[in-house]
């Protein structure tokens, strides 16, 4: 398979399943941002030291590569097995979620991002699963995307918020509070 196959210097691509589309749809522009996130979990994953989260962030990586693999694809039966977001993937990432948060102090003001790069470096990626699920939203509204897709990039948004305190909280630092000026 060579990398370029000069179909997108018309500004044109191919879904799974054979059918051209302009690189400006918004199936395109939602599994794109999706393909961003991934980059930025990335760099989570060579970023941190942890074991077991390096694990989690390389299945996370997985599940958004099936995301936009769902979102890529327009065939009823194109010949390829394309996987599934599943309840348990959810599930994976609430038990994250509660396990970290089970160590944190309780929130008593929005916060700001920053702290730690590592921190700031999950405050990108929330920002970017945010700009995702309003794409997916989006896109859902034309065409049919599996709800189990939409939580997942939900459910990952807060797990990746809840991450960024976790992170600055292991470092004994805290979080940054925001504090308008009223």
Known sequence: MKIYTRTGDKGFTTLVGGKPVPKTHIRLEAYGTVDELIAHIGMLHDMTED??????????QDRLMTCAAIMASDCEDCG?????????????????????????PVLKSFILPGGHILSSQCHIARTVCRRAERQIIHLSSELFVPDTVI??????????????????????????PWKPKL
């Open 151 to 176: 939580k997942y990039i939900n459910r990952l948004s807060d797990y990746l918020f809840v991450l960024s305190r976790k992170v600055l909280h292991d470092l004994n630092l805290k979080d940054l």
């Open 80 to 104: 390829v097995k394309i996987p599934e977001i599943r309840e348990s993937d959810i599930a994976q990432l609430e038990s994250a979620i509660d396990h970290m948060e089970s160590s944190l």
């Open 51 to 60: 074991g077991s989260l390096k694990t989690l962030l390389l299945e996370i």
